[in-house]
Nanobody
Framework: QLQLVESGGGLVQPGGSLRLSCSAS????????VAWFRQAPGKEREGVSCISKSGGSTDVADSVKGRFTVSRDNAKNTAYLQMNNVKPEDTAVYYC????????????????????????WGQGTQVTVSS
């Protein structure tokens, strides 16, 4: 059974940077597509970015394009979300999620699958952007 644990959240000033980590245990992560979602108070869960099993393709939400970068190190069983030039509207609980993709699913559009497609979730880590 795959277990995911996020870390790296905290308080950061606008314009600053933060790197979130998603560590997997139980099974190897290299057969799973990994995604990052976030949820702010009173808002729906939003897809931020996702990465294919091999790391060869990624999908990024328009709201964070050019600022956030997803990556993974399968040897370390870990995925990352590098957040640069953060804004107050990035404040949210950030979750990593994973799924073994369906055969005909295109990993290049893994954000379009939506949160319901992802079977495994971490507990979330709070990111607060404030001066």
């Amino acid at each position: 059974q795959l277990q995911l644990v996020e870390s790296g959240g905290g308080l950061v000033q606008p314009g600053g940077s933060l790197r979130l980590s998603c560590s997997a245990s139980g099974v190897t992560l290299d057969t799973y597509t990994v995604a990052w979602f976030r949820q702010a108070p009173g808002k729906e869960r939003e897809g931020v970015s996702c990465i294919s099993k091999s790391g060869g393709s990624t999908d990024v939400a328009d709201s964070v394009k050019g600022r956030f970068t997803v990556s993974r190190d399968n040897a370390k069983n870990t995925a990352y979300l590098q957040m640069n030039n953060v804004k107050p509207e990035d404040t949210a609980v950030y979750y990593c999620a994973a799924v073994i993709p369906r055969v005909l699913f295109d990993e290049r559009i893994c954000l379009m699958w939506g949160p319901d497609e992802y079977a495994y979730w971490g507990q979330g880590t709070q990111v607060t952007v404030s001066s």
